[in-house]
Every structure is written in structure tokens, then in C-alpha cells.
T-cell receptor
Framework: IAGITQAPTSQILAAGRRMTLRCTQD?????MYWYRQDLGLGLRLIHY???????GKGEVPDGYSVSRANTDDFPLTLASAVPSQTSVYFC??????????????FGPGTRLTVL | GQNIDQPTEMTATEGAIVQINCTYQ??????LFWYQQHAGEAPTFLSY??LDGLEEKGRFSSFLSRSKGYSYLLLKELQMKDSASYLC??????????WGAGTKLIIKP
């Protein structure tokens, strides 16, 4: 593994189904993030984790949950998918959750379609 | 409220110079980032400004004016591979990034 990986690359999902998007990083970064990106809108933060064992809500957390059991993994779960959750989902990580410089490294994204 | 504004789309000619502007309003400012995103790919980091002034990195430069809530990304000697979206993002008081919708830059021969 080099950097951040996400799985699956793309998924078509029936409304009402449960889905977990996986994210793994091998950079030993403390902070991890989940964003969604929709056409015409900027990246919107769903949830974040400043360090293993802690999570926080971002701008659009409703309908999503996360966990951070260890440094490397940060899965995002849709408990009961709805069509408005159709989007491209990016996972990102950074060395520190803030401070004067906090470049974020992004995974390749998961394209999710909810029908 | 918190807001990041940048133009939706710009067109420029190969070999020329283009300036992409960004204005921001965030609840607590801790820096301004620029990212590049090619179609269908993930964003990648270009630059970071926290103090007023110009930061130069090869063909790319980024400028910040904290008093005006304004930044720009300057791309020189444009190449076809520079065709991409350019995302401006400001940090809020919790050090989370607030993102603009991105500026799609189209380079013509």
C-alpha cells in the first residue's frame, strides 16, 4: 500500500441498503477525513477523526457514521442509503489535525450511486 | 457564515498566464490552501498561505491578503496538462477546511 486506498472504486446500491466504504492509509497520519463531492459544490466534510479512538461531525454528518479503531483505518457507513447520498466520496488524511500547516492527502475516491 | 467564492470556469491559452481568484469568509482563519484536481481524480496539494504575500513554486504562485479575505493562484507558462479544476480552501477556527466549488480551467492550444 502506498498512501491512501479506498474500496470499492464504485458501487451501485439499492435505497435502504447498508453500505460501508473502506479507507486505509499507511502514512501513520493522525487525522483522517471523509468528504463528499457533488457537481457544482465544493468538497463537504462528513466526519473526521483527529486521532485513533476519536471522531467528530463535519458539515453534513446525517445518515453517516464512522469509527477509528486504529491509526490506519477509517470506514464510513451508510446505515440506510438514500438517493441523495449519490456522490463521489473521498477519504483524506493529514499528519496533524490542524496547526500552521496541514496538507491533506486524498484517496482515489469511491463513486456511489443509490437507486 | 462561512463562504469560499471562486469563478466556476476560466479559459486560457497554452503558454500564457492565468490568475484564479478566491475570496473567503471563515469563522476563524488559519490558512488558505490551493489544490489541483484533474477530472475523475483526487485533489492534490498545490500551495498553502498563512501570511500575507506571494509564495512561489516553479510555474505556480499563490498570493494572500488576510485583510481583504482574498487569495489568487497564478499559473505561468500554461501547459495542456494544467487543464484541471483548482480548489480554494480556507481553514476555520477548528482547523477544518472549508472548500470552494472549484474553478475549471480550460487550456486551448
Amino acid at each position: 500500500i502506498a498512501g491512501i486506498t479506498q474500496a470499492p472504486t464504485s458501487q451501485i446500491l439499492a435505497a435502504g441498503r447498508r453500505m460501508t466504504l473502506r479507507c486505509t492509509q499507511d502514512m501513520r497520519h493522525n487525522a483522517m477525513y471523509w468528504y463528499r463531492q457533488d457537481l457544482g459544490l465544493g468538497l463537504r466534510l462528513i466526519h473526521y477523526s483527529n486521532t485513533a479512538g476519536t471522531t467528530g461531525k463535519g458539515e453534513v454528518p446525517d445518515g453517516y457514521s464512522v469509527s477509528r479503531a486504529n491509526t490506519d483505518d477509517f470506514p464510513l457507513t451508510l446505515a440506510s442509503a438514500v438517493p441523495s447520498q449519490t456522490s463521489v466520496y473521498f477519504c483524506a488524511s493529514s499528519d496533524s489535525p490542524g496547526g500552521p500547516f496541514d496538507e491533506q492527502f486524498f484517496g482515489p475516491g469511491t463513486r456511489l450511486t443509490v437507486l | 457564515g462561512q463562504n469560499i467564492d471562486q469563478p466556476t470556469e476560466m479559459t486560457a491559452t497554452e503558454g500564457a498566464i492565468v490568475q484564479i481568484n478566491c475570496t473567503y469568509q471563515t469563522s476563524g482563519f488559519n490558512g488558505l490552501f490551493w489544490y489541483q484536481q484533474h477530472a475523475g481524480e483526487a485533489p492534490t496539494f498545490l500551495s498553502y498561505n498563512v501570511l500575507d504575500g506571494l509564495e512561489e513554486k516553479g510555474r505556480f504562485s499563490s498570493f494572500l491578503s488576510r485583510s481583504k479575505g482574498y487569495s489568487y493562484l497564478l499559473l505561468k507558462e500554461l501547459q495542456m496538462k494544467d487543464s484541471a479544476s483548482y480548489l480554494c480552501a480556507g481553514t476555520d477556527s477548528n482547523y477544518q477546511l472549508i472548500w470552494g466549488a472549484g474553478t475549471k480551467l480550460i487550456i486551448k492550444p
